[in-house]
């Protein structure tokens, strides 16, 4: 069974679902996307992702009009596998179409692109042997790049609350749950890890404190702190 979060953009709350690896993943189109296939390689028991992800998928899959392989989606940030801005940690990015043909993963870009719903769909100059597309929201807070992830503060509610709370959990800084809302035991979370990396403590994860906890945490693995029920 597997624990799964799924952030509602259009109602602003996460919608909590307890599924068998088999079952489809909540809001992706009938049987097309099952959560063994969105958990891939990840070890975890609570998983995350968005209905405008879901949303995206089902879009692509009417699209292409037949099953597409799904190679790498989720991943916990302390898992690694990826760099430490990585969509897939924010449970919004899938790799897709290994093993398949040039011409079946040229039809899958295509199809992608052609439904205008992904943030991002990287050219196939840069994924060889894949396709790769992520439905990535908010405001980068690095200027200067489409990529990375938003600012987060006191209220904030999303995937990316997620991935800042399972890296401050991961490192010893207890938020005292895994829920996607910035609550003060966030905060105070927070400062403390800003404090040992000598940022400003004011409870805000910006670009300096994104950078320097997201390089900390990237595939330290599952520490005795990080919260995975």
Not at 104 to 110: A, F, G, P, Q, V
Not at 139 to 162: D, E, F, H, I, M
Request: charged share 15%; aromatic share 12%; glycine share 12%.
């Amino acid at each position: 069974m597997a624990k799964i979060y799924v952030y509602d953009g259009y109602t602003d709350r996460f919608l909590k679902y307890n599924l068998s690896e088999s079952d489809p993943m909540p809001y992706s189109y009938g049987t097309t996307l099952s959560v063994r296939e969105f958990r891939g390689s990840s070890g975890a028991n609570v998983l995350w992702t968005t209905i405008a992800a879901m949303e995206a998928w089902n879009l692509t899959r009417r699209s292409y009009g037949a099953g597409i392989p799904v190679g790498y989606a989720f991943k916990r940030i302390w898992e690694g596998g990826h760099g430490t801005a990585s969509q897939h940690y924010a449970g919004v990015s899938f790799d897709v179409g290994q093993g398949t043909s040039a011409a079946t993963r040229r039809r899958i870009y295509n199809a992608a692109v052609a439904t205008g719903a992904w943030g991002y769909v990287e050219p196939l100059s840069m994924t060889p042997t894949w396709v790769h597309f992520d439905r990535r929201y908010g405001k980068p807070a690095c200027s200067g790049t489409t990529a990375g992830y938003p600012t987060c503060r006191l209220g904030s509610k999303n995937t990316y609350v997620l991935i800042l709370q399972d890296s401050l959990n991961a490192l010893g800084y207890s938020t005292g749950t895994l829920d996607g809302i910035f609550g003060s035991r966030t905060e105070s979370a927070l400062k403390a890890a800003q404090a040992r990396f000598g940022l400003t403590a004011d409870g805000i994860c910006g670009c300096s404190s994104w950078k320097k906890i997201t390089a900390a945490v990237v595939g330290i693995g599952k520490t005795k702190t990080v919260i995975d029920k």
